[in-house]
């Protein structure tokens, strides 16, 4: 395997000073520059058309089944092109990079200023205004690893006072299966769940909406290319099998958990939803934010299958995040939802390339499509904090809101908004839209 198949790099697509013929492309701090390109799964709204893929450039998407049907490109972009025109993009995430950067460099070529394409795709292109948009791939698994060292620090003191961080920690990425019937996309409302609580002092656990609402500010990764039962995929080849990055909000009922969650893990207090953002940014447009890989000398190091040159080189990502909150009265009054932590997910302890080397080295099939959440990303400061578990130190320090509200845990109403983005000198910003879900009351 070639260095270039396993982490992207630079090229032509990331140049700077590439300015689009979509005008609102080339505004400064949008979040879907040319540079960027991500890809969803969308419709316009109301018209009882077919779900198909989506590329976003500035305030628009290119239709990738419209663009699909004037045969613009030719070889690998075009069977690129003809996948990502499906209603979800697994048979795209099923190519892999070479298919994905070929599509990437003639989409790019073809939305510059001055592209002989442009009378071609200026009708293919649907304003994001109009659109709705659905899961971006069928998800058959969905895994969720624990991979900040300091949200297993801090909810770790949270849970388990006299044993916060396991031994396992620091040699294993500790992950679950999670549940993917409960992936919804942003925008998504969900009902509280109820569950079985107890009170530290009470003989009996009571069924009960949960009282504990919490939510997990994570980056969700979606496989490429699978691997067959029985052969794991090495280190080096990791990223050739990741097709890119969502953000992904992992709601958590803390009460219900601490009631459940030993021995097995977490069960019913994070299987009712899920939500992930629309758009998925490709591991090649994250290309000019890779950082190295750092693990304290101190620490123990990552066992042989774990390690690799390249991994240490630029293994980890610099991604900013952010969480806001608005409350329904903040609604009513017109306040937008309102900063309440920023972190990075250049702080995680384990990369995307060990996530799946180590899912797959007791030769578990990945396939197109499964999602790898990389757990809350919390960083080494308390404002870094990724839930509002860690935020309000277990309940006990509210937060106070704009609408001078305070709050610990999520109420009916209350939406959460998680964003990401990276900007680094010498690039231009690229962002991932945004990460929404609203609290409904629970149900009877
Ligand atoms: O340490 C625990 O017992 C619980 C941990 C979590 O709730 C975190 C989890 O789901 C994985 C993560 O998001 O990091
Ligand atoms: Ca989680
Ligand atoms: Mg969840």
Redesign the pocket.
């Known amino acids: 395997m070639t260095r270039s198949s396993h982490a992207p790099m630079l090229n032509e697509t990331h140049d700077p000073t590439l300015r689009s013929w979509v005008d609102s492309a080339n505004w400064p701090g949008h979040d879907f520059p040319i540079q960027n390109l991500p890809f969803a799964s969308f419709r316009r709204r109301d018209r009882g058309e077919a779900w198909r893929g989506g590329v976003a450039i500035g305030d628009a998407i290119v239709d990738l089944a419209a663009l699909h049907c004037g045969h613009p490109f030719d070889g690998l972009a075009a069977e690129a092109l003809a996948a990502g025109a499906e209603p979800q993009l697994n048979a795209l995430m099923a190519l892999g990079p070479a298919h994905w950067r070929a599509l990437r460099l003639a989409l790019s070529r073809a939305l510059r200023e001055g592209s002989p394409l442009r009378a071609l795709v200026e009708p293919c292109l649907v304003p994001q205004a109009e659109a709705e948009y659905g899961l971006p791939a069928r998800i058959g698994d969905y895994t969720?690893f624990?991979t900040?060292i300091h949200?297993?620090t801090n909810?770790?003191r949270l849970?388990r006072p006299d044993n916060p961080l396991l031994p396992n920690y620091q040699w294993v990425p500790i992950g679950y299966h999670g549940r993917s019937s409960s992936i919804g996309v942003s925008p998504q409302a969900f009902r509280r769940p109820r569950g079985q609580v107890k009170a530290p002092d009470a003989a009996a656990p009571v069924l009960a909406p949960s009282r504990r609402l919490d939510i997990?500010l994570?980056l969700g990764v979606f496989v490429g290319p699978g691997n067959a039962l029985g052969e794991p995929i090495p280190i080096a080849e990791a990223e050739s099998h990741v097709f890119g990055i969502v953000l992904l909000n992992?709601w958590?009922a803390r009460d219900i958990?601490a009631w459940e969650?030993q021995p097995l893990g977490?069960f019913l207090a994070?299987n009712f939803a899920t939500t992930i953002s629309t758009w998925v940014v490709t591991l090649e447009a994250l290309a000019p934010y890779r950082v190295p890989f750092e693990r304290p000398a101190a620490d123990p190091q990552p066992l042989p299958y774990l390690e690799s040159a390249d991994n240490r080189a630029r293994g980890a990502f610099d991604i900013h995040l952010s969480i806001e909150w608005q409350t329904a009265r903040m609604a009513e009054q017109g306040m937008p939802a309102h900063p309440v932590a920023r972190t990075n997910y250049r702080y995680a302890y384990w990369t995307v390339a060990q996530m799946v080397a180590h899912h797959t080295v007791n030769g578990c099939n990945l396939q197109p499509g499964d999602l790898l959440g990389t757990?809350?990303l919390s960083g080494p400061k308390p404002e870094e904090a990724a839930a509002f578990i860690e935020l309000t130190q277990g309940g006990k320090q509210p937060l106070t809101l704009p609408s001078g509200e305070q709050r610990t845990f999520l109420e009916d109403g209350d939406t959460v908004v998680l964003r990401g983005w990276c900007e680094r000198p010498g690039t231009v910003r690229i962002g991932f839209g945004e990460c929404r879900g609203t609290v409904r009351p629970a149900g009877k």
Do not use: L, R
């Open positions: 969720d624990y900040s949200h297993a909810i770790g849970f997990e994570e992992d958590s958990q969650y977490p994070k757990g809350t």
